[in-house]
């Protein structure tokens, strides 16, 4: 797995950027403009043309790029994923005192996360901030970089019954340890001195504890790798790098798409349920005098997320005949109940795509007594509606602080995007599709 190795370390330098969703957005942004790509504003007017290469932020959390082909536009090829991972939010009080000599963090939960995972661990805060200048409010990404505080926890001698199963209290449990009570040291004073601004200039904030354990490749012939936030920054990753690879498609238009607030939901401004994707797409139909609703009809989406792999040591908890397996490959998702966007049409397209470029397809499916989660391509579809397939990669430990997944999937995962973004993808009527060769293939 050598030839491996330089995509994980990138993906794991991307996760180390990005310890929330807005320095994810971030890092994107800066990958699209060394990439050509021009930044737009939702709030002005767009002067798009053929060949041209843009990006916009919603919220600073969230951000869409696309590629416009020389000639007139008749489809969209999308990718989505998501930037948010599960964390701890800090209130807008964020101290509280405790028994006179300690201060902690008051914080609440962000998604669902496996809180046992939390404890003894090296921690920071990172967020965004806003300034007030010159009566301006403005919004700037903020990253606390160094050990700032860690959530203690009970020794096993004041809590016998702990390896028995413990019920675990946010309010009480998973406070963090931030200093003492008569230390003269502020998060405000910290933020602001990161942010490299006057205390005074901080008026707000938009604060998460980020896990600050270093990415790693482990295991026999370093088969692994291990880090905060590979659920999804794996597939934000896999998808952009896939999308600035690949070559044009004549008359296809190219969307990458990374929302914010997936673990909560979704239903925000910058959420897949919102009206992002939609708009930007219906302003690159105006731009080019074409009809959105036959351009919809003609177009593929990819809705990227990771899923759970067999587990060593618990495979009775996948479903025996849909269980994938680290190192196995993309992982085609599907629900009976809708959960997941995939049908057998858009299945059989992407496994095709995939198999094209030597990528091995597996697939998932939760046990029928085990209700799993929803990914954000089949609330985006409610707005945007689209032939959409379900992917991810298989890992451990999801939600938990620090998950695992595989080294060969990384390259997998980016091999595969490269292929679908160089894809031709037609629709000649409902239930009709045709794929022609991938520019990968071609080369």
Known sequence: MKQNMKAVQELLAFIRKSPTAYQAVSTVAEMLEEAGYTRLEEGDSWNLIPGGKYYLTRNLSSVLAFALPEGAPDSFLIAASHSDSPTFKLKDNYLSPAFGKYVRFNTERYGGM????????PLSVAGRVILRQDGHFIAKSVVVDRDLCLIPNVAIHLNRDVNNGYKYN??????????MADSTQTVKKEVAEAAGVAEDAVVGADLYLY????????????????????????????TLRGFLDAREVQNAVKVYACFDNEETGSATKQGAASMLLRDTLSRIAESASVDLRRMLANSFMVSADNGHARHPNHPELSDGQNAPDLNGGVVIKANAAQKYTTDALSA???????????????????????????????????????????????QLAM???????GCADVDYLCRAMTAFFGAVIRSGGDGRWTLSKTEEEKK
């Open 348 to 394: 059989a397209l992407f496994s095709s795509i995939c198999r094209s470029v030597g990528v091995p397809v597996q697939g998932y499916a939760n046990r029928s007594d085990l209700p799993g989660g929803s990914t954000l391509g089949s609330i985006s579809d409610v707005q945007v509606p689209l032939c959409t397939v379900d992917i991810g990669m298989a």
């Open 170 to 179: 946010p309010a009480v449990d998973l406070l963090p340890l931030y200093g």
């Open 114 to 121: 496996l809180l046992s995972t939390w404890f003894d661990r």
């Open 399 to 405: 939600h938990s602080a620090y998950e695992t997944a």
């Open 211 to 238: 896990d600050r354990t270093p990415g790693v490749i482990f295991g026999a012939d370093s088969a692994f790798f291990a880090s905060p936030r590979i659920d999804n920054l794996m597939c934000a990753y896999g």
